[in-house]
């Protein structure tokens, strides 16, 4: 699964969780899932920041000699 698909994911069920109604079990399975999405999501996230930080590194400078 790609970041956006967890987002999307995560968001459908923020939205169910929000809503209420909610068997119990089911509500507590659903905070469970969405538990482990976000932390999947901001690991990707973070991924994604050290990547770019990366690319905007200033090139090093060359050693004198």
Known sequence: MNFEEGMRQLAEIAEKLEAGGLPLEEAVRLYGEG???????????????????????PAAEPANT
């Open 35 to 57: 538990a482990k999405l976000a932390e999947s999501c901001q690991k990707e996230l973070e991924q994604a920041k050290l990547t770019v930080s990366e690319y905007t590194k």
